[in-house]
Structure formats: C-alpha cells, structure tokens
C-alpha cells in the first residue's frame, strides 16, 4: 500500500464540505438513512453484492486483507451494520477482541445473528458514532468501512482517533468520488440505475426506494482518495497510506496511524 503524498484540501476547505454536506444531507441522515436500515438487515449483504455485480465481495475481503492485527488486540468497527467486518476478522484471528457500535439496532441484531452462525463473539453497542461511548486509547485497532459517505467526517474522524492508542491504526474503505470526471458520470449513472434495480429485486421499503438520488448526491458531495487522504492528516492521524481499488479511485482503502507518544 503505497503512500500518498497528495495534500490537495485545506483545514478551511474541509470545514467548507463539511458545512455544505450538512446543509444538503443533515435531514436525510436523521430521517430517511435510519429507516433505511430498518429495512434492508436481512439483504443487506445480498442486496450490495447485486447492486455492485458481485464486486463487493471483491472489496470486502480486499479491505479485511489489509487489516493487520496481533493476538489480543482489541478492535473497534465504527457503523459495524450486520458485522461484515467484525465475522471476516475473527474467522481468520479468533485470538482478537471485537466490539461493534452502529445507532441501528435492526442491524446490529441482525449482526449478532450472523456472529452466532459463524460461532464468534462480538461486543455490540447502539449508539451515535459521532460521541464513540469509549475511554480514551482504548482500542489497538478502528475500522469503518462503507458508511463514512453518511457521516460528519469533522465530528466521527477526531472521535475514532481519540478513541486509539498510540501507535493504532485506523483501517477505511469506502465509495468515494472519483478524480477523473468523466470517470464520475458514468458511476454516478451507474448508481442510479443499480440502486433502482436492486430496491425492486429485493423489494425495498419507500424509504429505501427515496435513496436513488441521495447516493448520488452523497458520491458527488464526497472526497477523491486524494482529498480523504489530506482529511486524514488534518485531523491529526499520521502515515496515511492510500490504495485505490477499481475505476480509478470508485473505491479505496485507507490507512491512517494515531502516532506514539514522544
């Protein structure tokens, strides 16, 4: 995972798209997003992998390889939803400590289901990811993967590294805004449609059907992996580390560390 030297966004800047993705979204978020996810917990996972052409299976287990962990080490999965993450963590190191906070306990029940069928304890919190109920460093290790588009980057990012020891890292993947423009419209269309198509094959809720034009706005309100690195640094983290996946930057995986103490 090369690192990324780009520093393309300002402290005034990301101040700037913070306020303007509050502004455009602040109502979704509370209303629409949680009613959402009382909806699709039993299809979540298939309904991601028909909606991407079965490339989210690809991008999962292409984040979870890039988590490095020891024996003991306790995890955090921020917006854990149905403990994708957590499951593939713990299937291949059952020697870790997993705890899980999302604020939709439909998801999160649905999750310990899942943890029970695959045999793996996971620790489950309900609760706003933006105020994390922790101590101070007391996680080795943060994930957050496919939600941080829903979330105040300004509020959730400070808190997930407050939330670190020294020397932890944070591991992110995401649906972000790709670079090349040309590149952008014809995701975005893309998303149009396969959001449309899987709320029919699955049957989706009023709710779940109203969010065809949010996630497009959300993509093209978001950052480039560029931009997400320099957001990373901004907030404090160090040795941020950058990997895009498919469509020139569609997805990536980050890596960012809460540096030692001097």
């Given at each position: ?116 069928h695959y045999r793996v304890a996971i620790d489950s919190r309900i609760g706003d990811v933006h105020r994390l109920p922790f101590a101070d460093e007391t996680f080795d290790a943060v994930t957050l993967q496919a939600a941080s588009r829903h979330l105040q980057l300004d509020r959730v990012l400070p808190e997930i590294r407050r939330v670190l020891k020294p020397g932890g890292v944070f591991y992110h ?90």
């Amino acid at each position: 995972m090369a690192a990324d030297e780009s520093a393309v966004l300002g402290r005034a800047d990301f101040e700037r798209r913070e306020q303007r993705r509050r502004t455009l979204f602040a109502r979704t978020w509370a209303a629409v997003i949680p009613d959402v996810f009382k909806d699709v917990p039993s299809y979540y996972r298939a309904g991601n992998v028909v909606a991407s052409f079965g490339l989210w299976e690809v991008w999962a287990w292409q984040f979870v390889r890039t988590v490095r962990l020891a024996p003991g080490d306790k995890l955090l999965d921020v917006c854990a939803g149905t403990n994708d993450v957590g499951i593939r963590l713990l299937r291949r190191q059952p020697e870790i400590r997993v705890t899980a906070i999302d604020r939709s306990r439909e998801m999160q029940d649905e999750g310990q289901r899942r943890a029970r069928h695959y045999r793996v304890a996971i620790d489950s919190r309900i609760g706003d990811v933006h105020r994390l109920p922790f101590a101070d460093e007391t996680f080795d290790a943060v994930t957050l993967q496919a939600a941080s588009r829903h979330l105040q980057l300004d509020r959730v990012l400070p808190e997930i590294r407050r939330v670190l020891k020294p020397g932890g890292v944070f591991y992110h993947c995401d649906m972000l805004k790709p670079r090349r423009r040309v590149i952008e419209r014809l995701y975005l269309a893309f998303l149009h449609v396969s959001v449309a198509w899987t709320a029919m094959i699955f049957g989706s809720s009023a709710s779940s059907r109203q969010c065809r034009d949010y996630f497009k706005l959300a993509i093209s309100n978001f950052y480039t992996a560029e931009e997400l690195s320099s957001v990373l640094r901004l907030v404090g983290f160090a040795d941020v580390r950058c990997r895009k996946s498919v469509w020139g930057g569609m997805v990536a995986f980050h890596r960012a560390t809460r540096a030692p103490r001097d």
